[in-house]
Nanobody
Framework: QVQLVESGGGLVQPGGSLRLSCAAS????????MGWYRQAPGKERELVAT???????DYTDSVKGRFTISRDNAKNTVHLQMSSLKPEDTGVYYC?????????WGKGTLVTVSS
């Protein structure tokens, strides 16, 4: 069973930066897609960014130019470098991974952007 464990969340001031990491365990296969979703208080979970095993990336419009997703296929890890953070980036960030038709989720890490 694939397990995803996130790290790197916390409290940061507006304009600051954070780096989230997610490590997958329980599989020897390279996960097809890895990425990040987030859920703000009172809102639905939304896609933030994804990256394929080939390195193709996709971002939601609100984070383009501020967030950068990267991955290490050999280690099945994915990172999200977040810069110029805004209060509206606050939420629980969930690591996501997909291997063909199977989807996996981490338990989430809280990011709070506040002064």
């Amino acid at each position: 069973q694939v397990q995803l464990v996130e790290s790197g969340g916390g409290l940061v001031q507006p304009g600051g930066s954070l780096r989230l990491s997610c490590a997958a365990s329980g599989t020897i296969f390279t996960l097809n897609i890895m990425g990040w979703y987030r859920q703000a208080p009172g809102k639905e979970r939304e896609l933030v960014a994804t990256i394929t095993s080939g390195g193709s990336t996709d971002y939601t419009d609100s984070v383009k130019g501020r967030f950068t997703i990267s991955r290490d296929n050999a280690k099945n890890t994915v990172h999200l470098q977040m810069s110029s953070l805004k209060p509206e980036d606050t939420g629980v960030y969930y690591c996501y991974a997909q291997y063909y038709k199977m989807s996996y989720w981490g338990k989430g890490t809280l990011v709070t952007v506040s002064s």
